[in-house]
């Protein structure tokens, strides 16, 4: 990614659109530098891609293409010669009327830009790869389309009976963001057969763990097949790897039916270069998007920019990615969407500088207020969750409107279980309250904390490599690590507010997720079901349900009266409910017997949830010694799980 040098041609462009541009519905919202007199608009029903008519005996094609000399859209129902394509009286827009289609056919069509170069449409729901199609078994993707004779690179395709679905679970109600356990899978990992059939038949595995949300790596069109699907090319097409649409649209139907929301990783701070908005507009001799490219920059704007950033002050870009937005929630009846790189979305440049980056940055705030209004307005209660590390006075900003962002504890989550801490209180678990200074603001949902993720390593494998020890305790024994990570579970879960997992961490995946591990950090990651099959591992996937279920079941969990030290190895963590079910967490974090003393907020019997044991105080100060790795959950009520 380049820096984007505005033209003047292209300033004027986008104050024409700020001014005048006319209703999204047609598709037509973003200025022309000069427009045509002798233009014809589009009819008042297309939108952009393709609209049919006639019951689908005709077709209108619709491409946002200013500034290019002429388009013509080739495919097979003209045997891949030009349709001249009509320009709009503003210029900005290209379009056809293609009619004599067969209805029951699916068609493959490319749009001819120039006269000489050939790209599929950008809002197109299939396309067809000669490079990777032949790599999706046809149990994943039956009947898949081959791809044409005529045809050259990707195309895209349109069908009028396309399968329809009919949807089952009308009456899903979604989680209350206070009671969010999202589960974060990568589809191609998750199931040998990478397929969504495949998960829907395995749904039983989240509910008995008892997640209320399941949170996709990106599923829309990708470079390749094999991938964490971050390298996105086509944002209204699903990628075929994983199976048909409505293979997806039946696991969405399913997590519903079965109370689990569907969140969907999405990646719209930055395009790959097979995506039709590069190619549109590009660059060759300096290899990057050219200066009058409407959506993408020249240069990056931040330091871990990775394809070509997409420049979202650009009216074209905001247009383009509310279309994205809508599309997914309604045709796929998702929750909600985690933005991937979201502090990405800003034309502030910080060049190497990570600080300056993540600096308070109004203009993002300004459009991250827009897009999550834009989404409110069309569902309510829909997720916006934004990957987005910034300063806290920048996230207090969307935590006060509902949004969350990820919070981080990976790190303090690997020392403390690990038992390693430093002068600087890396195993410090501070950060699991929304209230402590690690934010600067206090907002029960602003906050999504987790010791896991895609881009984190495993829990287990650092305590495997790199635990301590003391004497015959040593973390780095498998049965040893294991019980560590119920105490993390233990404690993340018991802290209030939304909290997510990474695929696995349940039962204790140790297989690194480092650059340098065996197939590199993008890998394909076995999934070990056979783990299950060993009793400390089903045992942490038996605490992992406890404390995953009680949070979402009792309310203590969301109670705003609570106190924590999560600082030394004897952690503690005190949650007061106000129907008076109080829950007191301790931990020993360290690998040496730890004499402590307890305070429980009322004297009498105490229950640990976990396995059952109880004590009975005489005083609230109960002085016990907590032998290394060994932690409770009481509580003075039963508590539902």
Request: proline share 5%; aromatic share 14%.
């Given at each position: 990614?380049?820096?984007?040098?505005?033209?003047?041609?292209?300033?004027?462009?986008?104050?024409?659109?700020?001014?005048?541009?006319?209703?999204p519905?047609?598709?037509?919202?973003?200025?022309?530098?000069?427009?045509?007199?002798?233009g014809?608009?589009?009819?008042?029903?297309?939108t952009d891609?393709?609209?049919?008519?006639?019951?689908?005996?005709?077709a209108?094609?619709?491409?946002y293409?200013?500034?290019k000399?002429?388009?013509?859209?080739?495919?097979?129902?003209?045997?891949?010669?030009p349709?001249?394509?009509?320009?709009?009286?503003?210029?900005?827009?290209w379009?056809?009327?293609?009619?004599?289609?067969?209805?029951?056919?699916?068609?493959?069509?490319?749009?001819?830009i120039?006269?000489?170069?050939?790209?599929?449409?950008?809002?197109?729901?299939?396309?067809?790869?000669?490079n990777?199609?032949?790599g999706?078994?046809?149990?994943?993707?039956?009947?898949?389309?081959?791809?044409?004779s005529?045809?050259?690179?990707?195309?895209?395709?349109?069908?009028?009976?396309?399968?329809?679905?009919?949807?089952?679970?009308?009456n899903?109600?979604?989680?209350?963001?206070?009671?969010?356990?999202?589960?974060?899978?990568?589809?191609?990992?998750?199931?040998?057969?990478h397929?969504?059939k495949?998960?829907?038949?395995?749904?039983?595995?989240?509910v008995?763990?008892?997640?209320?949300?399941?949170?996709?790596?990106?599923?829309?069109?990708f470079?390749g097949n094999?991938?964490?699907?971050?390298?996105?090319?086509f944002?209204?097409?699903?990628?075929?790897?994983?199976?048909?649409p409505?293979?997806?649209?039946?696991?969405?139907?399913?997590?519903?039916?079965?109370?689990?929301?569907?969140?969907?990783?999405?990646?719209?701070?930055?395009?790959?270069?097979?995506?039709p908005?590069?190619?549109?507009y590009?660059?060759?001799?300096?290899?990057?998007?050219?200066?009058?490219?409407?959506?993408?920059?020249?240069?990056?704007?931040?330091?871990?920019?990775a394809?070509?950033?997409?420049?979202?002050?650009?009216?074209?870009?905001?247009?383009?990615?509310?279309?994205?937005?809508?599309?997914?929630?309604?045709?796929?009846?998702?929750?909600?969407?985690r933005?991937?790189?979201?502090?990405?979305?800003?034309?502030?440049?910080?060049?190497n500088?990570?600080?300056a980056?993540?600096?308070?940055?109004a203009?993002?705030?300004?459009?991250?207020?827009?897009?999550n209004?834009?989404?409110?307005?069309?569902?309510p209660?829909?997720y916006?969750?934004l990957?987005?590390?910034?300063a806290s006075?920048?996230?207090?900003?969307?935590a006060?409107?509902?949004?969350?962002?990820?919070?981080?504890?990976?790190?303090?989550g690997?020392?403390a279980?690990?038992?390693?801490?430093?002068?600087?209180g890396?195993w410090?678990?501070?950060?699991?309250?929304?209230n402590?200074?690690?934010?600067?603001?206090?907002v029960?949902?602003?906050?999504?904390?987790y010791?896991e993720?895609?881009d984190?390593?495993?829990?287990?494998?650092?305590?495997?490599?790199?635990?301590?020890?003391?004497?015959?305790y040593n973390?780095?024994?498998?049965?040893t690590?294991?019980?560590?990570?119920?105490?993390?579970a233990?404690?993340?879960?018991?802290?209030p507010?939304?909290?997510?997992?990474?695929?696995?961490?349940?039962?204790?995946?140790?297989?690194s997720?480092?650059?340098?591990?065996?197939?590199?950090?993008?890998?394909?990651?076995?999934?070990?079901?056979?783990?299950m099959?060993?009793?400390?591992?089903?045992?942490?996937?038996k605490?992992?349900?406890?404390?995953?279920?009680?949070?979402?079941?009792?309310?203590?969990?969301?109670?705003t009266?609570?106190?924590?030290?999560?600082?030394?190895?004897?952690?503690?963590?005190?949650?007061?409910g106000?129907?008076?079910?109080?829950?007191?967490?301790?931990g020993?974090?360290g690998?040496?017997?730890?004499?402590?003393?307890?305070?429980?907020?009322?004297?009498?019997?105490?229950?640990d949830?976990i396995?059952?044991?109880?004590?009975?105080?005489?005083?609230?100060?109960?002085?016990?010694t907590?032998?290394?790795?060994?932690?409770?959950?009481?509580s003075n009520?039963?508590?539902?799980?």
């Amino acid at each position: 990614m380049k820096r984007f040098f505005y033209l003047s041609l292209i300033a004027a462009a986008l104050l024409y659109f700020s001014s005048c541009h006319k209703e999204p519905k047609n598709g037509n919202n973003s200025g022309n530098v000069t427009g045509n007199q002798n233009g014809i608009d589009p009819p008042s029903n297309s939108t952009d891609g393709v609209v049919f008519t006639n019951d689908g005996k005709s077709a209108i094609f619709n491409l946002y293409a200013p500034g290019k000399k002429s388009v013509a859209v080739i495919g097979e129902f003209n045997n891949w010669q030009p349709t001249a394509m009509k320009n709009s009286k503003d210029g900005t827009r290209w379009w056809v009327q293609v009619d004599n289609l067969d209805p029951t056919k699916q068609y493959a069509y490319q749009y001819l830009i120039d006269g000489n170069l050939k790209v599929a449409d950008p809002y197109t729901h299939e396309v067809l790869d000669p490079n990777n199609d032949s790599g999706i078994p046809s149990s994943v993707y039956p009947n898949l389309k081959p791809y044409p004779s005529g045809g050259s690179g990707i195309v895209s395709t349109f069908w009028y009976s396309a399968p329809t679905y009919n949807w089952n679970a009308a009456n899903f109600q979604r989680p209350d963001q206070k009671k969010l356990v999202i589960y974060e899978l990568l589809v191609r990992d998750f199931v040998g057969t990478h397929a969504y059939k495949t998960i829907t038949d395995t749904l039983n595995y989240l509910v008995r763990l008892g997640v209320n949300a399941v949170e996709l790596l990106p599923v829309n069109e990708f470079e390749g097949n094999d991938s964490w699907g971050y390298n996105s090319n086509f944002m209204f097409a699903l990628d075929k790897y994983y199976g048909t649409p409505n293979d997806y649209k039946a696991f969405i139907d399913a997590c519903h039916s079965k109370g689990i929301a569907v969140i969907q990783d999405i990646v719209l701070e930055d395009q790959f270069g097979s995506s039709p908005l590069c190619q549109m507009y590009w660059n060759s001799a300096a290899n990057q998007p050219a200066a009058d490219n409407p959506w993408l920059d020249q240069t990056n704007m931040h330091p871990a920019a990775a394809g070509y950033q997409m420049n979202h002050q650009s009216k074209a870009t905001q247009y383009f990615t509310e279309n994205v937005m809508k599309y997914w929630m309604q045709e796929y009846h998702i929750d909600g969407f985690r933005f991937d790189e979201a502090k990405g979305y800003t034309q502030t440049n910080s060049g190497n500088d990570y600080n300056a980056w993540g600096a308070y940055d109004a203009s993002r705030v300004a459009l991250w207020q827009t897009y999550n209004s834009y989404m409110k307005g069309l569902d309510p209660t829909f997720y916006t969750i934004l990957e987005m590390f910034s300063a806290s006075n920048e996230e207090a900003v969307y935590a006060s409107q509902g949004m969350m962002c990820w919070a981080n504890l990976s790190t303090n989550g690997e020392q403390a279980l690990m038992s390693f801490n430093d002068s600087g209180g890396s195993w410090d678990l501070t950060g699991l309250f929304y209230n402590s200074s690690w934010w600067g603001f206090s907002v029960p949902t602003g906050n999504i904390c987790y010791f896991e993720s895609h881009d984190e390593e495993r829990l287990q494998f650092k305590n495997e490599q790199y635990g301590n020890s003391n004497g015959s305790y040593n973390i780095k024994d498998l049965a040893t690590g294991l019980k560590r990570d119920e105490m993390g579970a233990a404690f993340m879960f018991s802290s209030p507010g939304p909290k997510m997992l990474w695929e696995f961490g349940e039962r204790g995946y140790d297989i690194s997720n480092a650059d340098n591990s065996p197939g590199g950090r993008l890998g394909d990651k076995p999934p070990h079901w056979e783990y299950m099959s060993d009793p400390n591992r089903a045992h942490l996937y038996k605490v992992y349900s406890q404390m995953i279920k009680m949070k979402i079941k009792n309310a203590v969990f969301n109670t705003t009266n609570f106190s924590y030290n999560l600082t030394g190895a004897y952690k503690f963590i005190q949650l007061l409910g106000d129907d008076g079910t109080d829950v007191e967490v301790v931990g020993n974090f360290g690998v040496t017997p730890a004499p402590v003393t307890i305070t429980f907020p009322a004297i009498g019997t105490w229950t640990d949830n976990i396995d059952g044991s109880s004590i009975t105080t005489a005083a609230t100060s109960y002085s016990t010694t907590l032998a290394p790795g060994e932690y409770h959950v009481y509580s003075n009520k039963p508590l539902q799980q």
